[in-house]
């Protein structure tokens, strides 16, 4: 699986954003799509995840209410929309993949097999 984040920028405090990840090559049905972010010098955090098949969704605590995952099937495409946004939004955000069917979904950065190479998000004040 090659994952391929994009629709990084920078944005005013207040905007929005929407990141998309294209997944080509091998796929699974029971493929966990997530979506993660890091800060410089911090860890890489969990923010939302979707499940190919049937689409459940799960969101960090901190991150509901702003952020909205996404999936388009036929596209093999995962979005992240964040509205909203403030300047300690600002990091790299990756969109990874589970291929195991975990219940619940995992929020564990070293339990997804496959990484996009990242798309950076800025926000400024």
């Known amino acids: 699986v090659q994952l391929q984040a994009s629709g990084g920028g920078v944005v005013q405090a207040g905007g929005s954003l929407r990141l998309s990840c294209v997944a080509s090559?091998?796929?699974?049905?029971?493929?966990?799509m997530g979506w993660f972010r890091q800060a410089l010098g911090k860890e890489r955090e969990f923010v939302a995840a979707?499940?190919?098949?049937?689409?459940?969704?799960v969101y960090s605590d901190s991150m509901k209410g702003r952020f909205t995952i996404a999936r388009d099937n036929g596209k093999n495409t995962v979005y992240l929309q964040i509205n909203s946004l403030k300047p300690e939004d600002t990091a790299v955000y990756y969109c990874a993949a589970d291929r195991r069917l975990r219940l619940p979904v995992s929020m564990v950065p070293t339990e997804y097999d496959y990484w996009g190479q990242g798309t950076e998000v800025t926000v400024s004040s």
């Open positions: 979707i499940r190919w098949t049937g689409g459940s969704t």
């Open positions: 090559g091998r796929t699974f049905n029971n493929c966990v």
